[in-house]
Nanobody
Framework: EVQLVESGGGSVESGGSLRLSCTTS????????VGWYRQAPGNEECELVA????????YYANSVKGRFTASQDAAANILYLQMNRLQPEDTAVYYC????????????????????WGQGTQVTVSS
């Protein structure tokens, strides 16, 4: 079983930065595509923010492209999400995930049944 534990969330003002970390079980990056989802307050849908595939590709949602950077430290088994120029609309619970199928956004409850998810970390951006 794959375990994922997020950290690094918090509250910042608009324009600020945060870096999220996700500590994973060993060899997760070799076996699964990994990525970051977010669920905004009152929304049942999860937006796929960034994906890192096993063959080294990285994809971003248009809403974060140019502001967020996803990376991984395979030796330390950590997935990162550097978030710059944060805006109030970035306020959400952020989850890291590992999945063997192509990753897509959708209903959070349904998505959590198809892969491994962390417990989530809250990011709040004030204007």
């Amino acid at each position: 079983e794959v375990q994922l534990v997020e950290s690094g969330g918090g509250s910042v003002e608009s324009g600020g930065s945060l870096r999220l970390s996700c500590t994973t079980s060993p060899f997760t990056f070799d076996r699964f595509d990994v990525g970051w989802y977010r669920q905004a307050p009152g929304n049942e849908e999860c937006e796929l923010v960034a994906t890192l595939t096993t063959d080294g590709a990285i994809y971003y949602a248009n809403s974060v492209k140019g502001r967020f950077t996803a990376s991984q430290d395979a030796a330390a088994n950590i997935l990162y999400l550097q978030m710059n120029r944060l805006q109030p609309e970035d306020t959400a619970v952020y989850y890291c995930s590992a999945e063997s199928a192509p990753m897509n956004g959708g209903n959070c409850a349904l998505l959590k049944g198809f892969g491994y998810w962390g417990q989530g970390t809250q990011v709040t951006v004030s204007s």
